[in-house]
């Protein structure tokens, strides 16, 4: 994938024309007040307008980036144009006092201790021995929920953070959305669960940064799923808050891990457990996906849910099980505590060739991410489930790294997921989960401590996404 403004000397030339030509036009129309594009690039015009003028100082840019060209091939270009991010200062009650508290997440109901997973930057305990299963370092017991915390500390790491907003393209708010609901979300009234979001907007459209796109600039990360945060009522019995129903929250960008059809919100993977810390940690493990022996053909790992009888899910489980030679099933079923262990279940899915992930209580898991990570090949029986969500960090054309069985096909009896998956060939197959593993760098968050060199991963791609989409709403506004 391309980095914008990458030190191409071409793309500089361009650039300084096209600034040049914008300024011209500028200077015609009376009321502009961004100089947004002129503050990297040395174009000063002062007092005249005329085309003469612009071209001879083209002429002598151009002449100067030459020259510098040839002394420091990297001086003369800003690589961070078009991609500085000004990270808000937010009171620590938005986010680090959440942290402080975190024993305010834990249910009693959890198996996990919240505190626990907000170690090692959001990343959880690391994972001491997996038997051979994983690699031997740069695993984790990482919590789908801490994605705000973990994207927060990538942020602090980011090459072009910038403390002056008015060049930044982007305003991130380190807001921890999910975790901060998820104290209020059992047994508080609806007016609680909305406390936060309502001081979070009110401290932020007071802020100079809010007036000039009114928050459209801004974009902020949960850990939880969208719909969690568009309550339609005041009724304290309807779930969640009403967040992204503030009209200040709505020309916010919101990143979450599963978005939902309103168009300000867009879907990112769910943290994995590996998180490496060097390139060829990751391409290690892909080498070993590879040539990964699969003894299944296909498996699943996820719970029966018992207020759904006659589901899509009951389905593939009674498939699983009937076809015992070629599926494994993980039953992670609150009393078989088989999937509390990041091991038992990655175990499971390095030795399937395809993984089925059908909805559960909303479209999108983060096992689909865990298997991918294993070069499992999805089987989806929804499109919401993963092709409409992640389309900054998937192929379009789905075919190349998954298989789509419409869930509707599961109701007829007679259709069989084993049979359905034998009609792949060999070479599908292989094609399939090449691209699957080829996607891996794609699908992990990096350890905040030591960037990858080489790779990008689903921070990268995340933050391109929000750059380009804030892009897009400049240009129209
Ligand atoms: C990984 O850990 C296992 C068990 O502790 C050890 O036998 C093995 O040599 C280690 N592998 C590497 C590459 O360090
Ligand atoms: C922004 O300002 C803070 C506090 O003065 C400083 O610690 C930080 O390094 C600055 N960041 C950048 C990108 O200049
Ligand atoms: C949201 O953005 C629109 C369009 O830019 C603007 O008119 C409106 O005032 C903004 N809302 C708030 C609450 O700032
Ligand atoms: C999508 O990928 C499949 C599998 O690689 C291929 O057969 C098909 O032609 C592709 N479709 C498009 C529209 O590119």
């Known amino acids: ?22 300024l011209f036009l500028l200077f015609l129309s009376i009321d502009y007040s961004s100089t947004i594009s002129t503050n990297h690039v040395n174009v000063h015009v002062e007092s005249r307008t005329d085309n003469a003028y612009v071209e001879s100082r083209i002429d002598v840019i151009t002449k100067q980036a030459d020259f510098e060209q040839n002394l420091n091939p990297k001086s003369d270009v800003d690589l961070c144009l078009g991609r500085y991010i000004y990270l808000h200062d937010l009171p620590a009650q938005f986010n680090d006092e959440v942290l ?51 994207f927060h500390n990538r942020m602090k790491k980011y090459e072009c953070l910038t403390n002056d907003s008015s060049i930044a393209s982007a305003i991130f708010v380190p807001f921890y959305a999910g975790l901060d609901l998820r104290r209020y979300l059992w047994g508080f009234k609806a007016s609680v669960r909305d406390s936060s979001g309502l ?31 568009r309550r339609q009522s005041d009724s304290n019995s309807d779930w969640g808050s009403k967040f992204r129903f503030l009209p200040e929250s709505e020309n916010i960008s919101m990143i979450s891990i599963e978005s939902s059809s309103w168009n300000n919100d867009f879907a990112i993977p769910y943290p994995t457990y590996f998180h490496p810390s060097k390139d060829s940690e990751v391409s290690q493990w892909q080498d070993r996906m590879r040539w990964q022996k699969r003894e299944y053909l296909f498996s699943f790992a996820g719970a029966p849910r018992s207020r759904h009888k006659g589901s899509i899910r009951a389905n593939v489980i009674d498939q699983c099980k009937t076809s015992s030679k070629s599926c494994k099933f993980l039953d992670c079923s609150d009393g ?3 999937c509390d262990d990041p091991v038992n279940v990655m175990k499971v899915f390095v030795s399937s060739a395809f993984c089925i992930q059908p909805p559960g209580d909303s479209l999108t898991r983060r096992s689909i991410f865990d298997s991918m990570l294993a070069g499992c090949i999805p089987v989806f029986l929804d499109p919401g489930s993963a092709y409409t969500q992640y389309t ?18 599961l109701r007829d009896k007679k259709f069989r997921i084993e049979e359905r998956l034998l009609q792949v060939s060999k070479e599908e197959e292989i094609a399939m ?13 990096a350890d905040s401590k030591s960037k990858l060199e080489r790779v990008e991963d689903a921070f990268d791609l995340a933050v391109q996404g929000i750059l380009e989409r804030i892009e897009t709403i400049r240009k129209v506004e």
């Not at 960090?393 to 998954?402: A, T, V």
């Not at 989960?433 to 968050?445: D, G, M, T």
């Open 1 to 22: 994938m391309e980095k914008p403004f990458a030190g191409n000397y071409r793309i500089l030339l361009w650039f300084v024309f096209l600034s040049a030509n914008i």
């Open 100 to 150: 402080k508290n975190c024993h305010l997440l834990t249910r009693k109901t959890d198996k996990f201790d919240m505190c626990q997973s907000t170690e090692n930057f959001g990343f959880g305990p690391k994972i001491e021995n997996s038997y051979g299963v994983l690699s031997n370092t740069s695993w984790f017991s990482t919590n789908q929920f801490l994605l705000e915390v973990i």
């Open 433 to 445: 989960r090449e691209e699957v593993i080829n996607l891996i760098p794609s699908i992990i968050y």
């Open 336 to 338: 078989a505590n088989n």
């Open 199 to 229: 001081a979070l907007v009110k401290w932020l459209a007071e802020k100079p940064e809010w007036k000039k796109m009114w928050g459209r600039d801004h974009f902020l990360v949960a850990g939880r799923i969208s719909r969690d945060f």
């Open 392 to 409: 900054w960090h998937l192929p379009k054309n789905y075919s190349k790294y998954s298989v789509f069985i419409p869930g509707k096909l």
